[in-house]
């Protein structure tokens, strides 16, 4: 797929630093870095296409020893998303393999406009003090914003910060209505909890029970492994007792109830006693979840 175009106006260098030892480097430039240029074997490229390769890698800045670094060469829309070609160099002195890379794409100001985990296996080893191009395939799904930019970009790796403490989060309704011994509770529970996966959400049961009208009450706690928060207007439960049975399912309208990223939400949701379908249930054992699409 060959693909070229104008160079944008503005280009900049996106690398990580990796601080690894570093034996018999051939420097230039007061210590920097020159790489060679390699071509994946698979790829077909006619003598054109491999003298803009070259002419391209051989405006490249230098690098400093010890880097990954990747930069953008072109951008192109293909399809139902957009096509980035980049330079990914290597002036560790160890061959290094991508399995995968978190990608970001950038305005000229800096803003994120596109994000992907790209799965690189295919990619094969870059061998030290070496340059490689590749494509990198964007969905629409993937764009942050409605227009990609047509010069200014740059493209770099998302370099992600370490998860903060998945916390307790209440709704200012029950702020002011439990005790500070039943909030040490949950906050105690939800510490104990087993890790989400990362943008994993779900739901766990705390408390099931008839009420005094006949109505069956179930606090859930609402549980969110993403870094995004999430807004439910519309949540479908379906409950079972000890015996596996159904006893009830109902759909619950909310209002602006939102679960801040990496915060547990505990909340009970009442079912009127016409949607119970069973009479007296085994409460002894009990679970609650959203019925699958």
Partial sequence: MPIFKRKPKKKEENELQLDLPL??????NEGMVETTLSFHPDWELTS????????????LPLLKPNQIS???MKLLEYQDGFVVVAFLRNTLDKAIRFDAV?????????????KKQFELDGMEELAPFTCRPWRFLFSNEDKLVEKMPEDGWTIAFELKQPREEHKLQLHESWENQISPLHREHLEQLVSTLPPLQEGEINFLGLECKITSDDNLAVTVLIRNG???NINLEQLPLIVEDA?????????FKLDKFIVQANSSKPWTFIFPNNLISKPSPDLSKWRVYPPNK
Wanted: hydrophobic share 30%; with cysteine.
């Fill in 48 to 59: 054109q296409e491999k003298y803009v390769y070259m002419f391209k890698h051989k405006q």
């Fill in 243 to 251: 015996q596996g049975d159904i006893i009830c399912q109902g759909g």
């Fill in 23 to 28: 034996e018999k480097i051939d420097t230039t």
């Fill in 226 to 228: 993403s870094d995004k």
């Fill in 102 to 114: 978190d990608l970001l794409l950038l305005d000229e100001t800096g803003q994120a406009v596109a």
């Fill in 70 to 72: 990747i930069t953008g």
